[in-house]
């Protein structure tokens, strides 16, 4: 409690020196802000042969639009700039008066500081003030814009960036676009979207509904009955927490240690292990290390569905290793069940719709969305404690080629946005533990595959670009027997082609780095089910139909690529 005087006397005084100033400083505008842009056997011949509680990041949104709500909306065709508006703040600028405010109030800013600090003590981890998040109510609309104007529209609505209106996928003309609306603004947008013609559907009314039923609760004599018939408690009936995958890897290394060997790659922000399983026979019949299929998943946290499909592939290698004996002859597997663990984790405990990690780079922060000034550093070093900091770097975005590309909005310099490239490549631990990896076992890695959702996908390099590969015809008949492969299990439809025609352009992501940099010729991205009915929150019903058709597919292309065909 003695924190939370001292974090509002220094608010209260610095906030004074601020009005005593006349708001002679403005909060700068986005544009303001630019980030800087710092092999073995050949198999070409395939190409001839084939194809409750809102948590305080909620509840920084909900201050935001505070002054919005007692005012209204009564002219909803500036709805899109009064998000703007209430985001960003208003479009004056500061002049150089501000400079002397700034050198003065330093001293003294820095010597409150230390007073307090010596007086009540350090400060507390924000994070124990954090609860979870719900989203009774929020609505999961789907748009259709239907012109290039009406898909601007959208893209200013995208970059307002208000908390309560976000872009599951990104707006595109002619190309369907799904949004989440917290209910305040549920009727706003609405209206907003019927005054532009553009169409839109519903697809969840209440997304916490959703959310309750999708994972089925596990008692603790259903886990040890699971325990005692099969040696550990993992199922592919319900969605596992990281130490329940992590005690499955254990298992597998101990029980088939001659086949199973558990590594661990590195450590997360939080220090949590990161841990990989490599599934292998041993050399091949020359002595010499066989071709290495790479899998990770978990890498978005929100993204369950591609690490429960990675530990199945896992169980069906290890497990059934007898029907897959010709597969593990000829090639290993490296599997990274979660990439991201501390944001998976966080998806189960504070808000399930979480993406990124959860990294602060909070000294990095004042460079894109915070004021240059020691008199607003002041005041940001203690705002952001006691409303909560923004968190995290979306991996996908931090790998180290054409990071940082954000023409094209596959990528943000903003520390808030759910697409933060981070402050430099391979800012986080995580990412930096898969590639340090990679690299030091590339001659021997055929495949890279990542998978994530939703969206039905094989997607083929590159995604920082309209271009495509020289070898590109190769990648894509390759990837096209494993389509077909997938839709003999169950008819389940997969679109081909690079992210950037499919979806959207995504600088620094894995796939790019992993054959633009690593050399893997064969480089995937997997987004698997579904099309959107339930997007990321997929149920746990269809953890098995999905793993088991993938699973078709990996298994095929696999074959392939190792040149055992």
């Known amino acids: 409690m003695a924190h939370d005087v001292s974090s509002i006397l220094c608010l209260a005084f610095a906030y004074s020196i601020i009005l005593s100033s006349n708001s002679?400083?403005?909060?700068?505008?986005?544009?303001?802000?630019?980030?800087?842009?710092?092999?073995?056997?050949?198999?070409?011949?395939?190409?001839?042969?084939?194809?409750?509680?809102?948590?305080?990041?909620?509840?920084?949104?909900?201050?935001?639009?505070?002054?919005?709500?007692n005012t209204g909306y009564n002219e909803t065709d500036n709805f899109a700039a009064r998000s703007r508006a209430s985001f960003f703040g208003n479009e004056g600028r500061g002049f150089s008066f501000v400079d002397i405010v700034e050198s003065m109030f330093s001293a003294v800013a820095n010597g409150i500081g230390s007073i307090m600090t010596s007086i009540?003590?350090?400060?507390?981890?924000?994070?124990?003030?954090?609860?979870?998040?719900?989203?009774?109510?929020?609505?999961?609309?789907?748009?259709?814009?239907?012109?290039?104007?009406?898909?601007?529209?959208?893209?200013?609505?995208?970059?307002?960036?208000?908390?309560?209106?976000?872009?599951?996928?990104?707006?595109?003309?002619?190309?369907?676009?799904?949004?989440?609306?917290?209910?305040?603004?549920?009727?706003?947008?609405?209206?907003?979207?019927?005054?532009?013609?553009?169409?839109?559907?519903?697809?969840?009314?209440?997304?916490?509904?959703?959310?309750?039923?999708?994972?089925?609760?596990?008692?603790?004599?259903?886990?040890?009955?699971?325990?005692?018939?099969?040696?550990?408690?993992?199922?592919?009936?319900?969605?596992?927490?990281?130490?329940?995958?992590?005690?499955?890897?254990?298992?597998?290394?101990?029980?088939?240690?001659?086949?199973?060997?558990?590594?661990?790659?590195?450590?997360?922000?939080?220090?949590?292990?990161?841990?990989?399983?490599?599934?292998?026979?041993?050399?091949?019949?020359?002595?010499?290390?066989?071709?290495?299929?790479?899998?990770?998943?978990?890498?978005?946290?929100?993204?369950?569905?591609?690490?429960?499909?990675?530990?199945?592939?896992?169980?069906?290698?290890?497990?059934?290793?007898?029907?897959?004996?010709k597969l593990l002859d000829n090639s290993d597997w490296m599997i990274l069940p979660v990439a991201n663990p501390d944001g998976y984790e966080f998806t189960h405990t504070g808000d399930r719709l979480w993406r990124k990690t959860r990294s602060n780079h909070g000294e990095n922060q004042d460079d894109s969305r915070y004021l240059h000034s020691s008199l607003l550093q002041f005041v940001n070093h203690y705002a952001k404690w006691f409303w909560g900091n923004c968190e995290g770097v979306d991996p996908n975005r931090n790998f180290g080629y054409h990071w940082g590309e954000l023409d094209e909005g596959g990528a943000s310099s903003d520390p808030c946005h759910e697409t933060y490239a981070g402050p430099h490549p391979f800012s986080e631990p995580e990412t930096k533990a898969m590639a340090d990896y990679i690299l030091a076992n590339k001659q021997n890695i055929r495949m890279y595959l990542t998978l994530h959702s939703y969206s039905q996908m094989w997607l083929v390099p590159w995604g920082y670009t309209y271009s495509k590969p020289s070898d590109y015809s190769e990648l894509a008949n390759v990837a096209k027997k494993a389509i077909n492969a997938i839709a003999k299990i169950h008819g389940t439809d997969y679109q081909l082609g690079p992210s950037s025609d499919l979806l959207y352009p995504t600088s620094g992501a894995s796939d790019d780095w992993a054959k633009g940099v690593a050399g893997i010729k064969y480089a995937y991205t997997l987004e698997l089910r579904d099309r959107g009915t339930y997007g990321f929150l997929l149920p746990a019903t269809q953890i098995m139909p999905t793993a088991r058709e993938i699973w078709a597919g990996i298994r095929t292309i696999a074959r392939l690529v190792t040149c055992n065909t």
């Open 120 to 325: 009540i003590g350090p400060e507390k981890n924000s994070k124990s003030r954090s609860s979870r998040v719900s989203y009774k109510n929020y609505q999961l609309i789907r748009l259709f814009p239907s012109s290039t104007s009406q898909a601007n529209e959208l893209k200013e609505l995208r970059d307002a960036e208000p908390d309560d209106i976000r872009f599951w996928t990104q707006p595109a003309y002619n190309k369907s676009t799904d949004v989440l609306v917290a209910p305040d603004l549920i009727s706003d947008l609405k209206t907003f979207l019927k005054d532009r013609g553009i169409d839109f559907k519903l697809l969840i009314p209440d997304l916490q509904k959703i959310i309750a039923y999708q994972n089925p609760k596990m008692s603790k004599e259903q886990r040890e009955d699971l325990v005692t018939s099969q040696g550990h408690g993992m199922t592919w009936k319900r969605y596992h927490r990281y130490g329940d995958i992590v005690g499955y890897l254990e298992y597998l290394a101990f029980r088939y240690s001659k086949l199973v060997e558990l590594i661990t790659i590195g450590h997360s922000y939080e220090g949590q292990p990161i841990k990989m399983v490599k599934i292998s026979t041993g050399p091949n019949k020359d002595g010499e290390p066989k071709p290495a299929i790479w899998i990770d998943a978990g890498m978005h946290a929100r993204e369950w569905i591609g690490s429960a499909v990675a530990t199945y592939i896992a169980s069906q290698l290890v497990e059934r290793n007898a029907s897959y004996a």
């Open 24 to 69: 002679i400083v403005a909060r700068p505008q986005r544009h303001d802000f630019e980030f800087s842009v710092h092999e073995g056997r050949n198999c070409s011949s395939l190409d001839r042969k084939s194809e409750g509680d809102w948590s305080f990041e909620e509840g920084r949104g909900i201050n935001r639009y505070v002054d919005e709500e």
